[in-house]
T-cell receptor, first 114, second 110 residues
């Protein structure tokens, strides 16, 4: 039972390059999320998908796009990477977008933009 | 605006003693509060939660206390064990909005 799987684990980009972070869950969860973690800032929500076919902005969506490809997969795209996007990115899922439903996280993608 | 704050970046306790981690929030619309634990190179894992209509929830060595009037919650770990050494994140939730604090690094010394 893999849970939430993120690829790649590490990535280095030059400013202006693009890339897509992949996320897949095998728990049949409806809701999926992308967070970024920065020192002293905790985890901040970038985008989420409450259910297949829907996506919504979180706290810090600028510079990112997402695609909910199907129920299992939720990708995050950086069209033109900037040094400010250097961070650790976590994908998460939960059964329902309800307050008492805990998030299940992947192990993260560490991205460096030079 | 940080709606969830953990003002102590780090905490060190002796094995067997109590660890108390604190968290404050600003938005009274949150209706559920959660604690997550994170080891290096792993994602956060859910630890314990509490509804806004309760003031205490206990699960083994872990107890979460909620003071709604003060907009404050705390996580008590008794007794603390070296394996509890990790970063602890407090989170506040309403529907799809889950906000996290900056985390507190707990070190339990043998």
């Amino acid at each position: 039972n893999a849970g939430v799987t993120q690829t790649p684990k590490f990535q280095v980009l030059k400013t202006g390059q693009s890339m897509t972070l992949q996320c897949a869950q095998d728990m049949n969860h409806n809701s999926m999320y992308w967070y970024r973690q920065d020192p002293g800032m905790g985890l901040r929500l970038i985008y989420y998908s409450a259910s297949e076919g829907t996506t919504d902005k979180g706290e810090v969506p600028n510079g990112y796009n997402v695609s909910r490809l199907n129920k299992r997969e939720f990708s995050l795209r950086l069209e033109s990477a900037a040094p400010s996007q250097t961070s650790v990115y976590f994908c998460a899922s939960r059964a329902q977008g309800r307050s008492n439903s805990p998030l299940h996280f992947g192990n993260g993608t560490r991205l460096t933009v030079t | 605006d940080q709606q969830v704050k953990q003002n102590s970046p780090s905490l060190s306790v002796q094995e067997g003693r109590i660890s108390i981690l604190n968290c404050d929030y600003t938005n009274s619309m949150f209706d559920y509060f959660l604690w997550y634990k994170k080891y290096p190179a792993e994602g956060p894992t859910f630890l314990i939660s509490i509804s806004s209509i309760k003031d205490k929830n206990e699960d083994g060595r872990f107890t979460v206390f909620l003071n709604k009037s003060a907009k404050h919650l705390s996580l008590h770990i008794v007794p603390s064990q070296p394996g509890d050494s990790a970063v602890y994140f407090c989170a506040a939730s309403r529907d799809n909005d889950m906000r996290f604090g900056a985390g507190t690094r707990l070190t339990v010394k043998p």
